[in-house]
């Protein structure tokens, strides 16, 4: 690896550092200011006094001004203790990890219905540009990005669920009922929720990628050498619009997480999105928090890596 590439390297991941630490402090001062707080759940206890709930706070460390406050949490997060739930006392990063089985395997599906459909909308409307497919492609496309997940996740579960019986209303499993198929059938509805909203994502890039690859030299050369348009498509239009492609990669996890957490709430699908509003919903500052951090590394993460591998796969970039 050249000093250039080093430089460029070092140089992303301490603007990342930086991005990183001013979600947290963003972060945890709204979280902090937002109406109500974690004692309110104390208040209503029988023979709860002020002092005993002064204890409490003072164990929780409420009682300390809110910048000894961070500085004592971003202090654990540095050294790997992530802290405890105020509900349970359970290891936040613990909390986490258990839930993050069920938005991976939700994410995973929904990004093959997206990229699969998307991708093939926006290869069609480039290969068809001003004709009557391309309009239909940017139709749905519009009314796909228009539509909000919440709408659409009750929509599908009151069609394909409350109606025609096809499908649960929602969680990841029925009682009895473990098998393959029947985990398959309750994932369909929320997969498919998430992957068509996220589908503009993908068709708009491919239609503008793909599309102004079709001007090039190359592809009017491959036509005069007499390539079939199935090797012209896939040799060399797909290629080229597809590397591009790598940093939409990076930009759709926030975009994945952000639906996720309406679309698990709307069928109560246990993963890390839902875990973000109930712990909202009680003030558990530490597992927001906890949630907050991961996601905002998870994304950070994800796209550093995709400009790494854009860089070191497009060698206009490397130059």
Known sequence: MGSGNILYVLRLGGLKLLLLLLVSIA????LHLAPGDPLSQFTLAPGMTA????????????????WRQYLHWLYGIMTGDWGRSFRDQAPVLGIIVSHLAATVELGLAALAISFT??????????????????????VVSIVLF??????????????????LHWFPTGNVSSPGDRSVVGYLRHLALPALTLGLVSVP????????????????DQIRTARALGLSSGRIIVHRLLRGALLPMIPVAGIYLPTLLSGALVTETVFSWPGIGRLFLDSLQ?????????VLMFSAILVLLSSTLAELVHHAADPRLRA
Do not use: N
Not at 120 to 131: E, H, K, T
């Open 201 to 216: 994502v993908w068709s708009r890039y491919m239609r503008t990628f793909a599309g102004e690859i079709l001007k090039q």
């Open 27 to 30: 972060g945890f001062v709204l």
């Open 146 to 163: 228009s539509l909000p997940t919440f709408w659409l996740g009750l929509v599908f579960i009151y069609v394909f669920s409350v109606r």
């Open 51 to 66: 002092e005993r709930l002064a204890q409490i706070a003072h164990g929780m460390g409420l009682d300390q001004p809110l």
């Open 282 to 290: 009680y003030r558990d500052y530490p597992v927001v928090m906890g």
């Open 117 to 138: 459909l998307g991708v093939g909308m926006g290869l069609l409307g480039a290969l068809r540009s001003g004709r009557v497919l391309d309009d239909v492609t940017s």
